[in-house]
């Protein structure tokens, strides 16, 4: 299946520091996404960190996050990603996210999906994020909803389908 060339994709909901203004509400654990492919959900990293679900794995300064959060979060991520397909393949994905816990998300989220994460560097002019996305043969774009409109020109001229 080739690239998709419509516009943004489904949101993706993140969750925010101590649960202010969180699309994702409560503790991550009574959150429900579709069930993913055993193959991208038997990951070790995902392993470990569903064992360390309460602990926390992201702190920022608006506050912290558990692993079960970051779970949660990238279960969004790559169900997007996934639609109704069952594996990435190893696909490449470039993300465009601010440091911190969604560029976290969004990278695991990839890796969940079966995907390559490729980031794309938030100082980097159009041409050069254009390059990058290109070169590494992109099949989507993950962009955090403040940088999407970023990616966007460079995505339609791809005919890479931007997920937000």
């Known amino acids: ?27 991550a654990t009574r959150l429900s996404f579709p069930p993913m492919p055993a193959a991208v959900t038997d990951l070790p990293l ?16 608006g506050g912290r996050f558990t692993y079960a959060d970051l779970l949660a979060a990238s279960g969004a991520v ?11 393949e190893e696909a490449c994905v470039a993300y465009l996210a601010p440091p911190g816990f969604d560029w976290v998300a969004t990278q695991w989220g990839i890796w969940r999906a079966g995907g390559i ?9 159009e ?9 590494s043969h992109a099949v989507a774009i993950v962009a955090h909803p403040e940088l999407a ?12 389908r931007v997920h937000v």
């Open 117 to 125: 994460a490729v980031p794309l560097a938030l100082s980097h002019p």
């Open 149 to 160: 409109a970023r990616v966007a020109p460079l995505a339609r001229r791809r005919g890479v």
């Open 46 to 61: 995902i392993t470990r960190a569903t064992a360390h679900a309460d602990r926390t794995a992201v702190v920022v300064a």
């Open 1 to 27: 299946m080739g690239p998709r060339r419509d516009g943004p994709g489904a949101k993706i909901r993140l969750p925010r520091a101590g649960g202010s203004a969180a699309p994702l509400r409560g503790p």
């Open 127 to 135: 041409p050069e994020l254009e390059y990058v996305v290109a070169d």
């Open 78 to 88: 790559a169900a997007a990603l996934l639609e109704a397909r069952g594996d990435l």
